[in-house]
């Protein structure tokens, strides 16, 4: 089976100083060949763009995380990756789902593509804003193997609002601690009456609060209780939002 492959550095920071926007408004993304290397121990996933879905991101990101759940978090972590994955193998669906330059709707274009094709850096906050990587690693923190009917149930609520994994969870360094994020999502699934309305504002407040204690606890060292029980403490502030 073919191993998956990846831009080399130097190349990926080319596509990014020399960005050509015409490049994106095809069908294929005309690449140099001789700018890839190859992952010894990840196997190329055939056919993954035609199984993602543009209109439903939880799927797509299952797919995705399905397909590449063998990555180490410092292999999710590599831009090479991302940025191979979003302009060779996946680009089909790329262009489907983030399709404004196609169209001529984006303010602008350099800056959408960007924005949806590269990581501005290797940061939790960077990696959950792109258009693939993110939707991986949503899965990735949020998936519960305890589960045993269906290990999803929490990441369906994680992409419930667009912006709740991406800007909500994402700007913040708790987002990368999995518990942490478990602990959220499981308190929202028990207290889905809080939830029913201002989910965005409500999202938001959570994730602020556990950020300000952990600007004074090592909230790296506590498992999903400690979180779930945080927001217990504070759920009647939550409701008068």
Same mark, same amino acid.
């Given at each position: 089976? =073919? @191993?998956?492959?990846? /831009?080399?550095?130097?190349?990926?920071?080319?596509? @990014?100083?020399?960005?050509?926007?015409?490049?994106?408004?095809?069908?294929? /993304?005309?690449?140099?060949? @001789?700018?890839?290397?190859?992952?010894?121990?990840?196997?190329?996933?055939?056919?993954?763009?035609? !199984?993602?879905?543009?209109?439903?991101?939880?799927?797509? %990101?299952?797919?995705?995380?399905?397909?590449?759940?063998?990555?180490? =978090?410092?292999?999710? *972590?590599?831009?090479?990756?991302?940025?191979? +994955? *979003?302009?060779?193998?996946?680009? =089909?669906?790329?262009?489907? !789902?983030?399709?404004?330059?196609?169209?001529?709707? %984006?303010?602008?274009?350099?800056? /959408?593509?960007?924005?949806?094709?590269?990581? *501005?850096?290797?940061?939790?906050?960077?990696?959950?804003?792109?258009?693939? %990587?993110?939707?991986?690693?949503?899965?990735? +923190?949020?998936?519960?193997? *305890?589960?045993?009917?269906? @290990?999803?149930?929490?990441?369906?609520?994680? /992409? !419930?609002?667009?912006?709740? =994994?991406? !800007?909500?969870?994402?700007?913040?360094? +708790?987002?990368?601690?999995?518990?942490?994020?478990?602990?959220?999502?499981?308190f929202i699934e028990d207290n889905e009456g809080l939830f029913k309305t201002k989910f965005e504002h409500k999202t938001r407040f959570v994730t602020k609060h556990l950020n300000v204690i952990g600007g004074v606890k090592p909230i790296s060292y506590y498992d999903r209780s400690f979180f779930k029980s945080e927001l217990q403490k504070v759920s009647d502030r939550i409701s008068m939002i």
């Amino acid at each position: 089976m =073919p @191993k998956q492959l990846i /831009f080399k550095d130097k190349y990926v920071k080319k596509l @990014k100083d020399e960005l050509n926007v015409d490049f994106y408004k095809g069908n294929e /993304f005309i690449y140099d060949k @001789k700018q890839i290397l190859m992952l010894p121990n990840i196997n190329h996933k055939e056919g993954l763009s035609e !199984r993602l879905d543009a209109s439903d991101d939880c799927k797509s %990101a299952i797919q995705i995380y399905e397909a590449f759940k063998e990555l180490e =978090p410092i292999q999710a *972590s590599d831009e090479r990756l991302w940025t191979y +994955l *979003s302009h060779v193998d996946l680009y =089909p669906y790329m262009i489907k !789902r983030w399709n404004d330059v196609q169209k001529g709707t %984006a303010k602008d274009n350099q800056k /959408f593509i960007l924005d949806h094709w590269f990581l *501005s850096s290797s940061a939790q906050s960077s990696l959950m804003r792109h258009a693939i %990587a993110g939707l991986w690693w949503s899965v990735y +923190l949020s998936i519960d193997y *305890s589960r045993k009917e269906n @290990k999803y149930d929490l990441t369906k609520i994680l /992409f !419930r609002q667009l912006d709740f =994994p991406t !800007r909500t969870l994402g700007v913040y360094k +708790l987002g990368r601690h999995k518990e942490a994020v478990i602990g959220i999502l499981e308190f929202i699934e028990d207290n889905e009456g809080l939830f029913k309305t201002k989910f965005e504002h409500k999202t938001r407040f959570v994730t602020k609060h556990l950020n300000v204690i952990g600007g004074v606890k090592p909230i790296s060292y506590y498992d999903r209780s400690f979180f779930k029980s945080e927001l217990q403490k504070v759920s009647d502030r939550i409701s008068m939002i």
